[in-house]
């Protein structure tokens, strides 16, 4: 009797892993163009906010990372003219805070290039950095629907997290 023929075609290695995040599906096509303008971690691209604050995020938008022959680079932030003398100011405080990011003395040191407030050589784009994303306030009717059985609870710290995260749910959820 023959032996029958087995299958040599693999199945889909992704089909077999389930839910993926997505950084892992684009990780790879993001790194390529920001490596260009010497950030070796997009995630300084993708938190400027976070990483250095509102405040100078407000101001500020990193360019790119320009690395010479010794250890550590320039950060290059592209700025309105009026706003650059602050943002020279703070220039320890940014070092420190990207070099936190980054996990090691990466920046030595920052160079601020100034723009006009309407834009670039076209003069059609205006200036203005990514907003932090605000959250909706939650519905009062949902809310105290919500949090009506917490009232009973003696340790205030845990209450006030249990409204917290009740406010939470109610505002991502809409319920």
């Known amino acids: 009797m023959a032996a029958r023929p087995t299958k040599t075609t693999q199945p889909n290695p992704r089909r077999r892993r389930g839910f993926e995040r997505a950084v892992t599906l684009v990780g790879a096509e993001l790194r390529t163009p ?26 500020a938008v990193p360019v790119k990372v320009k690395f010479g022959r010794g250890f550590g680079g320039t950060l290059v932030l592209l700025t309105t003219g009026a706003k650059a ?24 040191d920052l160079q601020v290039t100034q723009t006009a407030p309407t834009g670039f050589a076209e003069g059609q784009v205006a200036f203005a950095p990514p907003e ?18 917490l009232d009973h609870i003696n340790d205030p710290v845990l209450r006030d997290a249990l409204r917290k995260l009740a406010g939470n749910i109610v505002t991502q959820t809409n319920r």
């Open 85 to 108: 003398p602050m943002l020279e100011m703070s220039r320890e405080a940014i070092i420190t805070r990207v070099n936190a990011c980054y996990g090691y003395s990466a920046i030595k």
């Open 132 to 149: 932090p994303k605000k959250k909706p306030a939650p519905d009062p009717a949902r809310l105290k629907q919500a949090t009506q059985g």
């Open 34 to 59: 920001a490596e260009k303008r010497g950030f070796a971690e997009t995630k300084l691209l993708t938190h400027w906010a976070d990483i250095v604050g509102p405040e100078i995020s407000a101001m």
